[in-house]
């Protein structure tokens, strides 16, 4: 099982990018999905999640910014993110996992992509 991410790249401050993860060998209506970031001298840090139901997570540094989505039919997950800024700058990981509760809790992920680079910057 191997997510995919995709999207990453440069971006000015206030600007836009929408990240895609699609994901591979398991079935996505049974799995809950999140995007990880990770950036140097950071934790690691759930940036937002989705049940297989569709409910989103976010994370207060993101929450009215980031908007998370998934296309179940596509094996894909989305992450809309606006109003970027310096401080969302890391790579950004898609996870898959039984449920969003065993992402906030940190339990081990069922997979984990490479991850795409978001770098925010005037």
């Known amino acids: 099982v191997q997510p995919v991410e995709f999207g990453g790249g440069l971006a000015r401050p206030g600007e836009s990018l929408r990240l895609s993860c699609v994901v591979s060998g398991i079935d996505c209506r049974m799995s809950a999905m999140g995007w990880y970031r990770h950036a140097p001298g950071k934790e690691r840090e759930l940036g937002a999640a989705?049940?297989?139901?569709?409910?989103?997570l976010y994370a207060e540094s993101v929450k009215g910014r980031f908007t998370i989505s998934r296309d179940n039919a596509k094996n894909t997950v989305y992450l809309q993110m606006h109003g970027l800024k310096s401080e969302d700058s890391a790579m950004y990981h898609c996870?898959?996992?039984?449920?969003?509760?065993?992402?906030?809790?940190?339990?081990?992920?069922?997979?984990w992509g490479q991850g795409t680079l978001v770098t925010v910057s005037s």
């Open positions: 989705i049940s297989n139901c569709g409910s989103p």
């Open positions: 996870a898959a996992s039984d449920s969003v509760l065993s992402m906030e809790l940190g339990k081990p992920l069922d997979a």
